[in-house]
């Protein structure tokens, strides 16, 4: 099976990032809004009504987040293009397994392996399940299972960093002074970089899956090479047109 398209795709989609998550007011969110309830901003054509002025309109946390396509899976392909009550009880179901497919499909291309490639067409067929099957998926127990194949490909694409490369797994970095460290082939899976001064490091082949990098300043920084680092990480950091970025990612519009 062919692997599904990662990313995401609003058009085709019934808007259910809009609908099934909670938001709570906050510096991310202008309002509450419950779980299954559509936001007041969603449009009846599924499409969101200030999306391009959602930061200014105080919803900075709708810019970051990323369903990995999760959404246009299960709008067309699961349900075939019906929209069913079921739908919101499986797409946390669905984004977890697409993102946990993201990773896996970048691992493989990245320092290939058997084990890798089995995964990865184990993970797809999976995103063609029936809303039954995706009902009883424990996507957790699946992240565990895979996590070491992820931990091995990520050592694996550091290996190509010279000298000693650091360990700052889980790391408390909030707020850290980084301006212009070495961390090249680092390990920063799951640390916590909120608000880190990373200006002008050099982060390229560092494995950055699960990395808070809300607020991180990086301009400057070099990006190219690293492993597992997302669009949505990017989008909730600070950079510029000199922060340097795998081939693979945008931009962020609000950098300009």
């Not at 919803?59 to 009550?85: H, M």
């Not at 424990?138 to 091995?152: G, I």
């Not at 909120?194 to 920084?221: F, M, V």
Request: charged share 25%; hydrophobic share 40%.
């Amino acid at each position: 099976m062919s692997t599904p398209v990662l990313k995401a795709d609003c058009s085709r989609c019934f808007g259910l990032c809009c609908v099934v998550p909670a938001f709570t007011r906050s510096a991310d969110f202008a309002l509450d809004k419950p779980s299954g309830q559509p936001c007041p901003n969603l449009q009846p054509d599924f499409r969101c009504g200030i999306h391009t002025r959602l930061r200014d309109s105080g919803f900075t946390g709708c810019t970051v987040y990323d369903c990995f396509g999760a959404g246009q899976q299960l709008s067309q392909v699961t349900f075939e293009g019906k929209r069913s009550p079921r739908i919101d009880a499986v797409f946390p179901i669905m984004r977890n397994l697409h993102e946990l497919l993201y990773y896996v499909n970048e691992a493989a291309e990245r320092a290939p392996s058997a084990e890798l490639s089995a995964a990865r067409e184990r993970l797809a067929a999976l995103t063609g399940a029936t809303p039954d099957e995706l009902e009883r998926l424990d996507v957790d127990a699946l992240r565990v299972e895979l996590n070491p194949l992820l931990v091995k490909a990520g050592e694996t694409v550091a290996a190509g960093a010279p000298g000693k490369r650091k360990d700052h797994r889980g790391g408390m970095l909030i707020g850290a002074k980084l301006k212009g460290a070495d961390l090249r082939g680092a390990s920063l899976r799951g640390a916590y970089l909120l608000g880190a001064d990373l200006r002008g490091a050099d982060l390229r082949l560092a494995d950055l899956i699960g990395a808070d990098l809300r607020g991180a300043d990086l301009r400057g920084a070099d990006l190219t090479g690293a492993i597992f680092l997302t669009q949505s990480q990017l989008d909730a950091a600070k950079g510029d047109r000199t922060t340097r970025l795998p081939g693979t990612l945008s931009r962020p519009s609000h950098w300009r």
